[in-house]
């Protein structure tokens, strides 16, 4: 069969139906089974090509599989499909061969930002990794970042209010610099939008947008 992209039977997270075949004897009842299924669902068992009913005409401990009534003399007349076993495939191989898997930065849950659902409309203390409504429609508000920060610590704020042209935000740098310098930042633009990433102590926290 002609394939897009990478034959099936090569690719991660695929695997094939195991399927193994037993002779009855019409005294045998029990079998061992290659693979060991991690519930009697995971199972489809069949003698004579006739599918049983699991837990009523057979059970399983391990890989022993048991009947309740031994299957009729047959050659290969009994087989067994482990369906279960496609989910144990989907994470990749422990190996990842010769190929590298290169990241930078700090993958942490800590460095995806969030909205803060209710809008600030006094001063408040900011922290890392958070995204600010803030609304000055009754007076000037000040902004104060963390005292502590590591490179790519993000802070966002929105105008939410269209008012910090008449009642600007202040950033209090809290002992960081802002855009490389010591001085705290006034943001006095109508429906201004913006972000702060950290840096270094001497650039300290960078504008994301201008």
């Known amino acids: ?19 193994d075949t037993f002779s009855g004897d019409d005294s045998t009842t029990d079998f ?9 669902g995971d ?5 004579g090509n006739v599918q049983q009913e699991p837990t009523i005409a057979y059970t399983f401990a391990g890989t022993t ?7 009729p003399t047959g050659t290969n007349n009994i087989y067994v499909l ?11 191989p422990a190996d990842l061969g010769s190929k590298n898997y290169v990241t930078t930065g700090t993958f942490t849950a800590a460095n995806f930002s969030s909205w803060e659902t209710d809008a600030k409309t006094s001063s408040f203390q900011t922290h890392k990794s958070k995204q600010y409504f803030v ?3 009754t007076g000037a508000i000040t902004a104060t970042l963390p005292d502590t920060a590591i490179i790519g610590d993000e802070i966002r704020f929105m105008d939410v209010a269209a008012t910090f042209d008449t009642n600007n935000l202040t950033v209090d740098r809290n002992g960081h610099n802002i855009v490389g310098s010591a001085q705290n930042l006034v943001v006095a633009d109508e429906r201004a939008a913006f972000a702060l990433v950290y840096y270094n102590a001497t650039q300290g926290w960078l504008l994301k947008e201008k």
């Not at 199972?43 to 003698?47: A, D, G, I, T």
């Not at 482990?82 to 990749?92: A, F, V, Y």
């Open 1 to 19: 069969m002609p394939y897009v992209g990478i034959n099936k039977s090569n690719a991660q997270g695929f695997i094939t139906t195991v399927k």
């Open 32 to 40: 061992t089974l290659s693979k060991t299924p991690s519930g009697v």
């Open 43 to 47: 199972l489809e068992v069949f003698v």
């Open 65 to 71: 599989l048991s009947f309740t009534e031994a299957p």
């Open 82 to 92: 482990h369906r279960g076993l496609s989910k144990q495939s989907i994470l990749p």
């Open 135 to 137: 609304d000055t429609s």
